[in-house]
Every structure is written in structure tokens, then in C-alpha cells.
């Protein structure tokens, strides 16, 4: 999946939504095709088409570093998979 997690980092998903507001994600540190924006809290990974369409706003999502997240959203589609921004739980 080199070319999935390689190419500019993804936009926030607020800024997405707010043109005004609009920055990129950093990579998290020792994680491949994981960023995040610390402003925000917010995640985004990549999954394959057919687990995003399995999942809606609000649903859990394991994080990488073992606790729970949700799900915010999903971006767009990227290196054969779907974009999706998640968050931690709380
Ligand atoms: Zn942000």
C-alpha cells in the first residue's frame, strides 16, 4: 500500500468543510498512512472501500495506539481506498 499512504497529507476534515480554515495533517510519528491534527484532535487513515461503506458517523474505530475512536467522516478516495477521519471517543 506504498502508494496509498504516500502523496501530499490530507486535508483536515474541518478544514475541508471550512474553506477559510483549510490546513493539512501531519503524519503520526512511527505510523504508516496515519495522520492527525493536533488543533483539532482528528485522525485520518485509509481503509478499503468496502470497510467505509460499512461504516457511518459515530461508530467505533480501533486508533492505532489501542484505544477507542469514532468515526467523523469519510474524505475522499485515495490509492484505491476511502480516506476516513476519525477521532478519540470523548
Ligand atoms: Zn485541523
Known amino acids: ?5 504516500s502523496g501530499p497529507n490530507p486535508l483536515c476534515e474541518v478544514g475541508r468543510t471550512h474553506p477559510r480554515d483549510r490546513h493539512r495533517m501531519k503524519p503520526v510519528e512511527g505510523q504508516s498512512g496515519v495522520w492527525e491534527c493536533s488543533r483539532h484532535d482528528m485522525l485520518a487513515t485509509i481503509v478499503d472501500k468496502e470497510r ?26 485515495r490509492g484505491g481506498g476511502v480516506l476516513l477521519y476519525y477521532r478519540y471517543e470523548g
Open 52 to 77: 467505509a461503506d460499512a461504516l457511518d458517523r459515530g461508530d467505533p474505530f480501533p486508533m492505532h495506539d489501542g484505544r477507542e475512536g469514532v468515526v467523523v467522516r469519510h474524505g475522499d478516495e
Open 1 to 5: 500500500m506504498e502508494q496509498a499512504t
